[in-house]
């Protein structure tokens, strides 16, 4: 097995009475395990530079005092009652495992029970198989060419997103991109102010916030953010596909304004489509992107599509931003894992991500709908917004009850965030009471018994 | 197959006429490449909300019109002779691959040919088909608990290291740490100045620099760093098993010395592994954390022992510092692929880290001795140093001939660095004439060729 062992030999009686002390401490002081094997006596020997008789002669004291067990075939192993005494400073730590909502109502996983394995692997084993040995070196800051190839191809036909590979730049997820977008000091890209949406991830507004980037927050209306109130910033903040998390689209008459005004004011849209694959009863909602490639910075992921867990992004960027996005980036982070990269650009070309989508947009209108079945069966007073798409729908309440009720919520179990939890604090519109209900983060087994929780938390008619 | 197609239908004539023009649009753009499959009737007229027979309709007139095929079996497709133009702003930046050097000796990387893809697999599929559902969900910051508790035992057992998973951030390598170490604002865990070796990778002296951080440079002398010149600096950054780049190990004393100065400042020490795993001819150099847990933050990565492309490395953390690191981190931001984290896991646990570093190393030690045999056939006027551990050697030149050496080797393709790329700035020590040969990059078949290049390129007697 030849496990990698350190030692350290010193001290009066020679090599062999320092490594039977250095072999007892290790024992001891919990460095070694117990059941472990130990190397055999050539590879120790060659790595300590003393003699095979020595490891052996020191092996075989330790056996004999019961500290270490040799059997034919098995080689020399820590015996099992040679169990040390954990020391205080690791026993301060008791790992307290955190423990689940019964209820997880939650916007903004996917339904993790639904990762597509065996797909996954497929891609994964093709990907390291065919891998130039290049891909194992030092990475590209951009990302693999496989990859960006892929997006380019997979964007423009599902998205409606003109770009070519040159212009994406891979990175670990949004809130990767909006650092490096809006880094401190020499590695920053854009500047503040940034406009952003009165509704959105606090997480978010945090993040510009550490990096020194002021946000100022667009009302929003029936027809999506207030672009016409624009004013000096340099750049927005957009969910154009789904406005996060309020929930209804970008106004055509919007997206083409807040195109005219990045051209004329020399400003950036950055587009956030969080979740632009997954739409139900209405007609897809192209990237915003397409109207002006040059004007719009489109920010995507596998975050919501497969998994948080993949770490993977992409930036769509113009081309003046290419240079300084891969400057920010650093030479030496490529940071996502470069399998992954070329793993998700086979599963992307070999059709496994569109079926894929397909599949988790059925599942997930299906839970939307037996959101809204329940509803209007148990609390039809209660009006539900933003379900034309993406894993969350809005509930609104009625008002002064928002706190109450997740308060009731909480109390059964159930975690969800109200409305108010995603304002922007210096929003002047007036707070609207609602629940914010992921449909997406329970498994499907665990799905009914959540409505149900949730219907019987709702405020009185 | 069931591509996912995004199409906007409008304009004038009805929903057939619009689904024409938006099929027709999307070939020429290119947004729909030659070749590629259309989607069955029933989905695309599901997704768009028409009646099938207006999707049948649509192929079938475009089919009629060249721009499609169909054909039994095999469904309907893009043409292949409806290849569009690309538009002038792909086309302007066109793929110039980057060519490699004709002989890689720079140092940093593994030899990305000996990536052990098959063990590598086989971990990976292990911790796919073993992974819990919830390990798809929003990720722990901290890493995952199995791979914390894998590093716990392996750095216990190789490294000497002393610690428990709860201290343990897995995190994307040894710059993501320093970043969140030493990050600005709010995200900072550690002020500056911070006290380094005079000779160092110029790529931290820079991420420092743009974080904020001023750098102290301590001379470097035949026992390593000269911690006693320490003053009011509150954090030291090491590399005590092989000094990065001269090669030597941090003297017993001294190593007592900074951790003394550590205890007696309230100051901290950081230690770079970079390379610990890679020993040759003397003994074993334990971790420094070892001598004192809550004064050293030991820092290690997958970089040098399997391949930079994972993009995984860990810190061992002081319990002071894991609450602040987490915070740094930042509660989405996972960075590392979990399921990387979790194939690292079993790559350790099964023993196939310890096999692959061991064989690497005694692969690594050939390609030393090659060297060392080569210097002494050809170049005896120059020595060798450093040569003791690691996967690179300085070769000490004449003075005022390392310039001049550089650029013969440029001249002849060999790509490496000399002495002078890693002195701190600031540095009061004399600068000494070297090269930095990394004898690991080449695969093994381009070794010969690389290091008979350099000798022929060594200034003479």
């Known amino acids: 097995m030849g496990v990698d062992l350190h030692l350290e030999l010193s ?5 062999r009475a320092a490594l039977i002390r250095a072999l007892r401490e290790a024992v001891y002081s919990g460095r070694l395990a117990p059941g472990t094997r130990l190397p055999p006596y050539r590879s120790l020997a060659a790595d300590l530079g003393v003699a095979r008789n020595t490891v052996a002669d020191a092996y075989a004291e330790l056996v004999a005092e019961g500290l270490l067990t040799a059997r034919q075939g098995s080689g020399t192993r820590v015996a099992e009652r040679a169990a040390p005494l954990r020391p205080a400073w690791v026993a301060a730590r008791a790992p307290a495992r955190a423990r689940g909502p019964r209820h997880d109502l939650r916007q903004g996983a996917p339904d993790a029970s639904s990762f597509p394995r065996g797909a996954w692997l497929a891609s994964y084993r093709r990907a390291l198989q065919q891998a130039p040995n290049e891909a194992f070196g030092p990475g590209d800051p951009a990302g693999r060419r496989e990859l960006r190839e892929a997006l380019t191809e997979y964007l423009a036909r599902a998205r409606g997103v003109r770009t070519e ?38 997480f978010h507004r945090e993040l510009l916030a550490t990096a020194g980037v002021r ?7 029936e027809h999506g953010a207030r672009v016409d109130q624009l004013g000096r910033e340099r750049a927005v903040l957009l969910t154009p596909a789904h406005q996060f998390p309020t929930g209804g689209p970008l106004h055509p008459e ?7 005004w990045a051209r004329a004011r020399g400003g950036v849209v950055l587009e956030d489509d969080y979740d632009g694959e997954f739409r139900y009863d209405r007609k ?19 975050s919501k599509s497969l998994s948080p867990a993949l770490r993977l992004g992409w930036m769509v960027l113009p081309e003046r931003y290419v240079g300084d996005v891969l400057a920010a980036k650093g030479e030496r982070e490529a940071w996502a ?9 086979d599963f992307l070309a070999c059709g496994s991500y569109d079926r894929h989508v397909r599949r988790m947009r059925q599942r997930y209108r299906r839970r939307r709908d037996r959101l809204v079945a329940a509803l209007a069966a148990q609390a039809p007073h209660v009006e539900v917004t933003g379900i034309a798409a993406g894993l969350h729908a809005v509930l609104r309440l009625p008002p002064g009850t928002e706190r109450s009720t997740c308060r ?31 449909y997406a983060s329970p498994s499907e087994h665990a799905y009914g018994a959540a409505v149900e929780a949730l219907c019987g938390v709702l405020p009185p008619a």
Chains 1, 2 share one sequence.
């Open 11 to 15: 001290g009066p009686g020679g090599r």
């Open 165 to 202: 590979p040159g212009r994406i730049v891979i990175c670990s997820g949004f809130a990767h991109a909006l650092r490096l977008l809006f880094g401190q000091g020499r590695g920053g890209v854009l500047r503040g102010p940034l406009a952003v949406e009165a509704y959105g991830l606090g």
């Open 215 to 221: 946000t100022v927050p667009l009302p929003l209306d």
């Open 254 to 260: 919007r997206r083409a304004a807040v195109v005219d």
């Open 284 to 302: 897809p909602v192209g990237a915003l992107q397409s109207l002006d490639p040059e004007r719009v910075i489109h920010l995507g992921s596998v």
């Open 337 to 345: 894992s470069v399998l992954d990269q070329l793993s998700l650009a």
């Open 408 to 438: 009731a919520a909480a109390w059964q179990g159930i975690a969800l965030d109200g409305l108010a939890a995603f304002r922007h604090p210096q929003s002047g519109m007036p707070a609207a009471d609602g629940l914010v209900v992921g």
